[in-house]
């Protein structure tokens, strides 16, 4: 692009992307500041000023003032709720409490939800906004990198089931993201790490240039370097919005997403959701296994999945499996849970494989032995 003809939707500081869904479109923001222009940013897009702030006891204390104050700002009468942070947050039982607790505030169909927080939260918010008298907007403000890059883009919702993660939900796409990436300064390493795997995902899926790219940048990444952070989400959120536009209820290529989550799915229900193994440190080492089993297949070559393993090692996610929580791992336990996988089609489950480094594909002809093997080999049988 030429500095003369400058793209109005590009700054300096800031960047929005567009997730084209027909009348369901949106905008996501990725930039620094975000949190205190929320109100300015939303007013537009909404009809009403009623507004429930919904977010989590850790980002409650952070982030909760700033944005009650952008809301006032620009006209809004906002109020909030606060659950308990964590995945366990992600059940019926929480967001029944939800629910009541907006219902009981006479809430109208044009009062909008808010999420402030992570994945958690922005899955909760958006499962109730979907239901709450039949449908009323949200917006997304997601504060982790995994919520930035990943689940607050794309309008899937929902809550885990004792049946395992994420089994009860709607697709319902928020009216607005807003990725204010200068909170992203108070989130743990550990935290930023497992974010970091997904965007990596996106260069393993169709972007080779961006793997290489982040092959040299992933540490700035980490290590909190504004510009280098704010080019990675919005290029992660350009790439998922290219995909959920394509296939926004996942009838096909958004399955692509799954790179290596149906072994990380696996992995975390094994590990037992107690923040032992984080979700973005399961998917990494899954994208690991995706390679291994795809080199394994004769698909891609040893070299791609051992440059894959590489790159999560230098940086601290896990690559192996004495990285994971120190539990007897079990390869017959783990294809067991992948079994009960909800991309599971006619009793065959769903792999994503490669042919190499971003040329990623679906697969539903894994061959048990295969798998079994690749497990054993790991973990020992
Ligand atoms: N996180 C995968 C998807 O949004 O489809």
């Known amino acids: 692009m030429s500095t003369a003809d400058p793209d109005p939707r590009i700054d300096r500081d800031r960047e929005t992307v567009r997730v084209e869904l027909g009348p369901r479109s949106y905008d996501v923001v990725v930039g620094a500041g975000l949190v205190s222009e929320a109100g300015r940013l939303m007013a537009p897009l909404l009809a009403g000023r009623s507004a429930v702030v919904v977010t989590d006891r850790v980002v409650a204390g952070l982030y909760l003032d700033a944005t009650l104050d952008a809301l006032r700002t620009a006209g809004f009468a906002p109020s909030h709720l606060t659950v308990e942070s964590g995945e366990r947050s992600k059940d019926l039982a929480t967001l029944g409490g939800v629910l009541d607790d907006i219902l009981d505030r006479g809430i109208e169909r044009s009062t909008a939800l808010v999420a402030l927080g992570g994945g958690v939260v922005g899955d909760l918010t958006g499962f109730a906004a979907s239901i709450l008298l039949r449908g009323v907007p949200f917006v997304q403000i997601p504060t982790t990198l995994l919520a930035q890059v990943d689940s607050g883009v794309g309008g899937k919702t929902g809550v885990n089931s004792t049946h395992g993660k994420n089994l009860i939900g709607t697709f319902y796409q ?44 992933g540490a700035a990444l980490l290590d909190g370097d504004p510009d280098v952070l704010r080019t990675a989400v919005a290029h992660s959120c350009r790439a998922k919005a290219r995909i959920v536009a394509a296939d926004e209820r996942e009838s096909g290529s958004r399955a692509l997403l799954n790179l290596g989550h149906t072994f990380a799915h696996a992995l975390e229900a094994e590990a037992g959701y107690d923040g032992s193994l984080l979700h973005g440190e399961a998917v990494a080492y899954g994208m690991v296994l995706a390679h291994r089993l795809s080199a394994a297949l004769g698909l891609c070559s040893e070299d791609d999945a051992a440059r894959v393993a590489a790159h999560f090692r230098a940086v601290g996610l896990p690559s192996e499996p004495d990285a994971l929580p120190a539990i007897r791992w079990n390869s017959a336990a783990l294809i067991e849970q992948m079994k009960h996988d909800k991309k599971v089609q006619g009793g065959r489950m769903t792999f994503v494989l490669t042919r190499g480094i971003g040329h990623a594909f679906l697969s539903r002809d894994v061959p048990t032995e295969a798998l079994a093997a690749l497990l054993d080999q790991a973990f020992g049988e």
């Not at 260069?203 to 092959?215: Q, R, V």
């Open 174 to 217: 928020p009216r607005l993201v807003l990725a204010d990436v200068a909170t992203l300064a108070t989130l743990p390493l550990r935290e930023r790490r497992a974010g970091y795997a997904e965007i990596v995902k996106y260069g393993l899926i169709d972007d080779p240039a961006f793997f290489a790219w982040l092959e040299t940048n």
